[in-house]
């Protein structure tokens, strides 16, 4: 075999439409009124589930005790990557994120009380209180968590997309991390295996400027996604504070994988506004200015707010009523965790093996578990 | 029956079990074109073609990672790691991905992965490339452990892994590969976590597994022919789960317990083995529990030297005659 790359030379792919049109993207333009407003409305979804997390993490239960425990990373700010994403997801499109991961668990639409109650510890939890904030899973809606490594998701979510091709399936893996992953080895090992096996995954960089504090320019040699040109694959950048601009661009990327099954690499520039975690003081690495500037000005709830109102897609009116419906939801779900049980001692032990789990289709014999 | 080597009897279980399951794929170093390091995968590339039996590049943590993903979605990947030694660098995606991802979802996902290499010294290859991970793996709930000592059971035990639905991790050992052992033609299986005694005996319990349950078994006889001592043999077979039952019944018929390990001697399988022993048999032991392992310093490279670090038979009649004194 040859020591010369077969595939053809990759390619940063610059957007065929100019900023300000992206809502006259085809994939835009064929939207309708409806799916418009749902993606507004699944963006102040997040944003109000958040909220509300936050003050119930800050809070205390009727008992005097922490309501939330450990981390709580808020996706506040960065709405617009993960719902212009998975709005674009058939029904063999699978995702994949790091700890980060409220937003793209209510994104590809899983149910908000799950949600807090898994925040909360509870057994209606979507991962019955056994994974907490950074572990949210749900394979029915084609999420695959939810992963506290950072990068460590990366070769499953390319794992995926290997299992969609060798059973034949057209569809893309969205496998997405933050700036601060793409300096982890099995990162690059994962796309090197991408582009090498031609596999339908789109690798998302979610660069929101930082890795816990750590700024981009302190951490990164170079341009982001342009190492992805060095496995090969094409890739490309992307405002994320417009959800159309990241719906138009990713789903370029995302037909390349389903059709030519290639991968890529797309960096989408978003911005959160709170602090790594809940725990950090957000004091040390950026100006107080810095983040008003983008609550001011790039905010993908106002931006999207202002663009359906200047399109005369919905009234000012009909937006506060989301609002208030998605305060309400969020409320509606903080109680359902708070009214929940917790799992039991006994429940510890449960999930570990599937055997242990389906004792009458068990086959192996000796002792799973020890003391 | 036929006999047929060690290496020979992983090949079979393979192939059996890529014809059985179309979910199932061969992936890892050299394993296609090259026909296996080992040559454990020989010959399957030609029956089974290049989809199912993939050479990966030189990313442990890239390809067991993209395993663990591609079983989320029902494949069943059997991934070659080498050696085991190398597991060090896959680490995250072994013990935090495959071991955890059905705990964290809640018992939502499953992970059917077969892990397995070779994990052994004695070949001199110095520290690097002789590690015996099995009590690290085992330390995880959520995955399954197994160590086969014999061609046979090696057969029976990789096809029951690559059924299982949890991560499943298959230590095999460079100097069994070419060992030969009756395997009958007809399709079997093993139960993983099913212990088996080797040699009868009523003296003395050795539990060991791996090639040092040859290791044993040759002590053993040497001990009977010019010490006149009986030994028992019980080979765990699997570590996790672990057949505690079969050891404990043993140790209740001998009242002695020899564990011979190609461990490292701090937090081993014996440390788990020997707390077990003295908590659930105590009133039937009649000395402490003794142990064998390597001698505990990184592997050795110089040959001779290599041989005496690792448990051997000379070493094991030894241990044995010490335990008995
Ligand atoms: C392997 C590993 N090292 C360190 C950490 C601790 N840690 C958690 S998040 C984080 C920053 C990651 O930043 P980035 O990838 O940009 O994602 P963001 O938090 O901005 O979404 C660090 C260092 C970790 N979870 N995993
Ligand atoms: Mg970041």
Redesign the pocket.
């Known amino acids: 075999m040859s020591k010369k790359p077969s595939a053809p030379a990759a390619k940063k792919v610059e957007s065929a439409v100019p900023a300000s049109d992206y809502a006259l993207t085809p994939i835009n333009a064929s939207l309708s009124r409806e799916q418009k407003i749902e993606l507004y409305r699944t963006m102040v979804r997040i944003r109000r589930f958040e909220e509300r997390s936050l003050r119930a993490y800050q809070g205390k239960n009727a008992a005097g005790g922490t309501n939330i425990g450990g981390f709580l990373?808020l996706y506040i700010g960065q709405e617009a990557v993960a719902v212009g994403c998975c709005s674009l997801m058939g029904k063999n499109d699978h995702v994949i994120t790091?700890?980060?991961d409220h937003g793209h668990a209510i994104a590809v639409g899983m149910d908000t009380k799950p949600l807090m109650a898994e925040l909360y510890g509870k057994i209606t939890g979507c991962s019955k209180g056994k994974g907490g904030s950074m572990h949210y899973f749900s394979p029915d809606k084609n999420f695959w968590g939810g992963h506290?490594?950072?990068?460590?998701q990366i070769p499953l979510g390319t794992g995926l997309a290997y299992a969609l091709k060798y059973q034949g399936k057209k569809g893309a893996a969205m496998a997405f991390?933050?700036?601060?992953?793409v300096n982890?080895g099995a990162v690059h090992e994962a796309y090197n295996l991408a582009s090498l096996w031609n596999l339908p995954v789109v690798f998302v960089i979610?660069n929101?400027g930082?890795?816990?504090g750590t700024s981009q320019a302190r951490s990164s040699a170079g341009e982001l996604a342009k190492r992805a040109a060095g496995y090969n694959m094409d890739w490309g950048q992307c405002n994320g504070h417009d959800v159309f601009e990241v719906r138009a661009v990713m789903d370029h990327f995302l037909t390349q994988a389903r059709e030519h099954s290639r991968p890529s690499t797309v960096e989408i520039d978003t911005y959160?506004y709170r602090g790594?975690s809940v725990a950090d003081p957000d004091n040390t690495y950026r100006t107080k200015a810095e983040v008003e500037e983008y609550r001011n000005n790039k905010d993908p709830i106002q931006v999207a707010l202002h663009q359906l109102l200047a399109a005369g897609v919905f009234t000012a009116e009909i937006a506060e009523q989301i609002d208030a419906e998605a305060r309400t939801e969020a409320e509606i779900a903080a109680e359902f965790a708070d009214a929940s049980p917790y799992p039991t001692v006994d429940d510890i032990q449960k999930d570990v093996y599937w055997e242990s789990d389906h004792p009458a289709e068990r086959k192996s014999e000796g002792r799973l578990f020890f003391d | 029956m036929p006999q047929i080597t060690y290496r020979e009897a992983i090949r079979h279980a393979l192939a059996e079990e890529l014809t059985r399951d179309p979910n199932v794929v061969v992936m890892g170093e050299e394993v296609a074109q090259f026909n296996g390091a080992y040559k454990v995968t020989e010959g399957l590339l030609a029956k089974f073609g290049p989809d199912r039996i993939v050479d990966t590049p030189i990313s442990e943590a890239g390809f067991i990672g993209l395993g663990v993903g591609a079983s989320m979605l029902g494949i069943r990947p059997v991934m070659e790691l080498m050696f085991w030694s190398f597991y060090s660098v896959a680490f995250d995606q072994i013990l935090n991905n495959a071991a955890n991802v059905r705990y964290m979802s809640g018992g939502q996902i499953n992970c059917p992965i077969v892990i397995r290499g070779p994990a052994n010294g004695g070949t001199n290859v110095g520290a690097t490339h002789s590690h015996t991970p099995e009590n690290v793996l085992a330390n995880h709930p959520g995955v399954k452990v197994v160590v086969p000592a014999t061609a046979y059971d090696a057969k029976g035990l990789l096809k029951s892994a690559i059924r299982d639905n949890d991560p499943v991790f298959f230590l095999e050992n460079t100097i069994l590969y070419g060992d030969k052992g009756e395997v009958p033609e007809a399709e079997y299986v093993i139960p993983l976590g099913k212990a088996d005694v080797k040699r009868t005996g009523t003296d003395l319990t050795i539990v060991t597994y791996g090639r040092c349950v040859i290791h044993s078994l040759k002590a053993a006889e040497t001990l009977e022919k010019e010490h006149n001592i009986s030994v028992e043999v019980v080979d765990l077979r699997t570590i996790r789960p672990l057949d505690i039952d079969t050891v404990l019944a043993s140790v209740q018929k001998t009242h002695r317990v020899l564990i011979v390990e190609e461990q490292k001697p701090f937090a081993s399988v014996g440390t788990q083995l020997a707390y077990m022993i003295q908590r659930e048999a105590f009133d039937d032991l009649d000395g402490p529990i003794h142990r064998l392992a390597t001698v505990d310093a990184p592997a050795i490279y110089s040959p001779p030297v290599e041989t005496e670090q690792l448990p051997n038979p000379g070493r094991v009649v030894k241990a044995v005659l010490a335990a008995l004194a």
Do not use: K, T
């Not at chain 1, 506290?148 to 460590?152: A, K, T």
């Not at chain 1, 991390?177 to 992953?181: F, H, R, T």
């Open positions: 990373h790091a700890y980060r506290g490594i950072v990068g460590g991390m933050g700036d601060g992953a982890q979610e929101n930082y890795s816990m959160r790594h």
